[in-house]
Antibody, heavy 129, light 108 residues
Framework: QVQLQQWGAGLLKPSETLSLTCAVYGGSFSGYYWSWIRQPPGKGLEWIGEINHSGSTNYSPSLKSRVTISVDTSKNQFSLKLSSVTAADTAVYYC???????????????????????WGKGTTVTVSS | EIVLTQSPGTLSLSPGERATLSCRASQSVSSSYLAWYQQKPGQAPRLLIYGASSRATGIPERFSGSGSGTDFTLTITRLEPEDFAVYYCQQYGSSPRTFGQGTKLEIK
């Protein structure tokens, strides 16, 4: 049974860099995409981005300029960095597993993550001066 | 980006009743790449449905999904006490992946 365990700093000051790590236990690491999602207090979910075991990434355009997702296959871990945080980045951050999904155009197909089937418990990150 | 609008915002029902939750997309969701999640207070979301109508592993048969194009529905046939929660739809047919704002299912 796959479990995701996540950790990182919970209190940041404006302009600092958020850093979270998620470890994958009990399942295949290479066959999936590994995602980050966040949820501001009392609000809905926002997809941040994803990475696969090869290091191929996809990011949300709204956060792309500040986000870096990396992977350490030797430890079955992946990490999120979000730079220049503000109060608007205060949220619960979740890591999650996304089975590969096929996307085809008229000329070619590629694989990316799609829905998220296994989630970490979440890390509360507060940005405050 | 595709905007998902869920309705109603809050649904008040009693155990044993049938719940029908709607998710409408601002443009067609390709390949019916739509998922539904359940979230209880203080917990991570749980996947219920993917591909618009496929139940995730371990999800009871009382949960079913339907729809295509821009209109999708999550139906819970006979509500159990543990079903009262917030439900989110998510599209993954185009980038970026987006979520609806949620429907809160509360006990009447």
């Amino acid at each position: 049974q796959v479990q995701l365990q996540q950790w990182g700093a919970g209190l940041l000051k404006p302009s600092e860099t958020l850093s979270l790590t998620c470890a994958v236990y009990g399942g295949s690491f290479s066959g999936y995409y590994w995602s980050w999602i966040r949820q501001p207090p009392g609000k809905g979910l926002e997809w941040i981005g994803e990475i696969n075991h090869s290091g191929s990434t996809n990011y949300s355009p709204s956060l792309k300029s500040r986000v870096t997702i990396s992977v350490d296959t030797s430890k079955n871990q992946f990490s999120l960095k979000l730079s220049s945080v503000t109060a608007a980045d205060t949220a619960v951050y979740y890591c999650a597993r996304a089975p590969p999904t096929r996307y085809c155009s008229s000329t070619s197909c590629l694989m990316k993550g799609g829905y998220m089937d296994v989630w970490g418990k979440g890390t509360t990150v507060t940005v405050s001066s | 980006e595709i905007v998902l609008t869920q309705s109603p915002g809050t649904l008040s029902l009693s155990p044993g009743e049938r719940a029908t939750l709607s998710c409408r997309a601002s443009q067609s969701v390709s390949s019916s790449y739509l998922a539904w999640y359940q979230q209880k207070p203080g917990q991570a979301p749980r996947l219920l449905i993917y591909g618009a109508s496929s139940r995730a592993t371990g999800i009871p048969e009382r949960f079913s999904g339907s729809g295509s194009g821009t209109d999708f529905t999550l139906t819970i046939t006979r509500l159990e006490p543990e079903d009262f929660a917030v439900y989110y739809c998510q599209q993954y047919g185009s980038s970026p992946r987006t979520f609806g704002q949620g429907t809160k299912l509360e006990i009447k």
